[in-house]
């Protein structure tokens, strides 16, 4: 038995791969009964069965359990960082094509979606989403966004429900033009909204 | 036996409660087979074994069946009539005041959300509300807002998505500030922009 896992009696031998498997199944238990803020990473080591320090050294933090147990191809938290350094006046044109060239990538869509759906057919989906998604995302652009001056976090959330409900249109209910107009159609329309939230005018 | 009804073997005897009903789960299924825009009044009236005279004396017409089908306490399209009339310079307001009004009702918000959820998880519940929404509504948007002018449909659903994305983070995800916010502050933020995507400037 290696270091970092105290097996069960009946439990079948393990190695990393069962170990990772094992932390990702708790992490979806753990993140859909308690939601994504109050998940925590001993929470889920200890439902695993494996030690803290191995869920760190197999994903790093809480945000990237959630995105590998939630199957994301990669942390949206990791672009909006790349969208959020430069310029405030273009702040809002890297946001909405960062925002749309993520939801045009299918990886990143289909377990996306799933998420959206837990959201519409759970409280419990409903938490998780709007914690990861409070926490993760909007804060963030909220504090990016507020170095020129605060920016009040309903407006924030007004330039959110854009994008989200462009994509919804879009993907889910697949209304045309919307679902054929290409990304930097998309853009022209939505960036200025986008603009005018965080910014007033 | 009453007119404007056969009835099949087998069939418990009906009165106007039992032929209503029997109309309302065919159109059910009809919608959730072949869309809203290829499900016919006819065809409804066939499989609920009425007249479709029937149909039209109980309902008035397909859109109304659809409404009444899916349990909407009223007709989103005659509270969007309502809007469209009066000056363009306020169209947009009215239009989210509208809107916002309808989804602040439980009544209509409960049957809502579980059409859009149903575009969430199967084909053709997408098929179904993208239809009614782009045929009932959206179509008679598009013609109102054309008054001064040509609209291009793209416009009109982006505007649509700042609507649909507000109330999908209100009463879905449910992010604060947003689900606790005022119609009100929502009309002033949201309205300008969904001018603005009617108008352009």
Redesign the interface.
């Known amino acids: 038995m290696s270091a970092g896992v105290r097996r069960g009696p009946g439990r079948p031998a393990d190695d990393g791969a069962d170990r990772r498997q094992a932390i990702l199944d708790a992490a979806r238990e753990q993140f859909a009964e308690k939601g994504y803020a109050a998940a925590s990473v001993r929470a889920i080591a200890r439902v695993a069965d494996v030690d803290p320090a191995l869920v760190h050294h197999y994903f790093g933090s809480k945000e990237k359990v959630f995105v590998a147990a939630m199957e994301l191809p990669f942390d949206p938290a990791d672009r909006l960082s790349v969208a959020l350094e430069g310029d405030l006046d273009d702040l809002a044109e890297r946001l909405t094509r960062m925002f749309l060239g993520m939801w045009a990538d299918p990886m990143f869509r289909t377990p996306m979606?799933g998420l959206?759906?837990s959201?519409?057919?759970s409280e419990q989906g409903?938490t998780m989403?709007?914690e990861f998604?409070?926490e993760a995302l909007?804060g963030r652009v909220a504090q990016a966004a507020s170095t020129a001056g605060p920016v009040d976090?309903?407006?924030v959330?007004?330039a959110?429900?854009?994008?989200?409900?462009?994509v919804?249109?879009?993907y889910?209910?697949?209304?045309e033009?919307?679902a054929s107009?290409s990304d930097e159609?998309?853009v022209a329309?939505?960036a200025?909204?986008v603009h005018?939230?965080l910014y007033g005018g």
Chains 1, 2 share one sequence.
């Open positions: 979606l959206v759906r959201a519409f057919t409903a989403l709007r998604v409070g909007l976090p309903l407006r959330q007004a959110a429900g854009q994008l989200v409900g462009v919804i249109l879009r889910v209910v697949r209304l033009p919307l107009a159609d998309l329309l939505v200025p909204v005018r939230h």
